[in-house]
Nanobody
Framework: QVQLVESGGGLVQPGGTLNLSCVASGSHFSFGDMGWYRQPPGKQRELVAEVPRGRMPKYGDSVKGRFTISRDNTKNTVTLLADYVLPEDTAEYYC????????????????WGKGTLVTVSS
C-alpha cells in the first residue's frame, strides 16, 4: 500500500506563484510515473504534469511554459511549481503515482492523493 500526502495550495492571486508537494510512502513498491492531475469545478480530471522515472516530464497543454514538475527519488517526492497562475488554474489538485509492487505476484498499481484545493482569485 502507498500513501500520498499533499501540501500547498490555498488561495493564490492571479499572476502569483504556486508550490505543491507530494510525499509518497509505502513498502514493496517501485515508483514509476509521479505527477499531478487537477479537476476544475464542473469539469473532468486532467493531466497537469507527470514525470516518469528517468525520463523527461510531460505537461498538459494549458500549463506548458508556466508549470514545472520535479521529483526526488531519494525521498519519493514530487513537486509542482507555477510561476504565473491564472484564474483557470483553479481546481482540486491530485498527486498521482504509478508503479509496480516488488513482491510476487508483481502487479501494476496506481494511487491518488486526497487532493488539495487551489483557488486563483483576487
Amino acid at each position: 500500500q502507498v500513501q500520498l500526502v499533499e501540501s500547498g495550495g490555498g488561495l493564490v492571486q492571479p499572476g502569483g506563484t504556486l508550490n505543491l508537494s507530494c510525499v509518497a510512502s509505502g513498502s514493496h513498491f517501485s515508483f514509476g510515473d509521479m505527477g499531478w492531475y487537477r479537476q476544475p469545478p464542473g469539469k473532468q480530471r486532467e493531466l497537469v504534469a507527470e514525470v516518469p522515472r528517468g525520463r523527461m516530464p510531460k505537461y498538459g497543454d494549458s500549463v506548458k511554459g508556466r508549470f514545472t514538475i520535479s521529483r526526488d527519488n531519494t525521498k519519493n517526492t514530487v513537486t509542482l511549481l507555477a510561476d504565473y497562475v491564472l484564474p483557470e488554474d483553479t481546481a482540486e489538485y491530485y498527486c498521482n503515482v504509478k508503479g509496480w509492487t516488488t513482491i510476487a505476484p508483481m502487479t501494476y498499481r496506481e494511487y491518488w492523493g486526497k487532493g488539495t484545493l487551489v483557488t486563483v482569485s483576487s
